[in-house]
T-cell receptor, first 114, second 113 residues
């Protein structure tokens, strides 16, 4: 029984396409995140949602749109994919928005844009 | 602008010896620090944390040390085991920034049997 699950695990697509990544957590957490790990292995936050409300929205192109239908799900939709979007995207969750609540990560989605 | 840095991309250690992974940070407002462990094709998993009011936290074979004046923390693994071979990320956060965590780029640890 996976705590944070995201699908698909691998996503290969062409430039200009639109794609979505889904994330679900069964930990009962109220805060969910999207992180991006680039080719330099740098993990950087993109978005965070608390109880379906957007809390953190880092400088991310507006081609990226998160959607949280409920507090257990946070999906990421990407429009007009570009080569530079190739990365590993991690979904994560935590209980609360406090600075000392460790994150629980999914296994990542490796996105390759050709 | 990378506020958390792990300057050693890789480290090899003999089984049974001590592994020491280092992490430096630049933001003096950080007051909570975490280490995550990551196996290939998996997400990072939380390992151990330390608050800035402490200088040491221990959990079994894992100990994290914090030197606030030097803005440096380290993770000690004693004794190292082959199953510890993974990438280790340090991360930091600050009160008042909600749940904004800043990660280093990771150190790949190989424990040689």
């Amino acid at each position: 029984d996976t705590a944070v699950s995201q699908t698909p695990k691998y996503l290969v697509t062409q430039m200009g396409n639109d794609k979505s990544i889904k994330c679900e957590q069964n930990l009962g957490h109220d805060t969910m995140y999207w992180y991006k790990q680039d080719s330099k292995k740098f993990l950087k936050i993109m978005f965070s949602y608390n109880n379906k409300e957007l809390i953190i929205n880092e400088t991310v192109p507006n081609r990226f749109s998160p959607k949280s239908p409920d507090k257990a799900h946070l999906n990421l939709h990407i429009n007009s994919l570009e080569l530079g979007d190739s990365a590993v995207y991690f979904c994560a969750s935590s209980q609360g928005q406090t600075y000392n609540s460790p994150l629980h990560f999914g296994n990542g989605t490796r996105l390759t844009v050709t | 602008d990378q506020q958390v840095k792990q300057n050693s991309p890789s480290l090899s250690v003999q089984e049974g010896r001590i592994s020491i992974l280092n992490c430096d940070y630049t933001n003096s407002m950080f007051d909570y620090f975490l280490w995550y462990k990551k196996y290939p094709a998996e997400g990072p998993t939380f390992l151990i944390s330390i608050s800035s009011i402490k200088d040491k936290n221990e959990d079994g074979r894992f100990t994290v040390f914090l030197n606030k004046s030097a803005k440096h923390l380290s993770l000690h693994i004693v004794p190292s085991q082959p199953g510890d071979s993974a990438v280790y990320f340090c991360a930091a956060s600050a009160v008042g920034t909600g749940n904004q965590f800043y990660f280093g780029t990771g150190t790949s640890l190989t424990v040689i049997p």
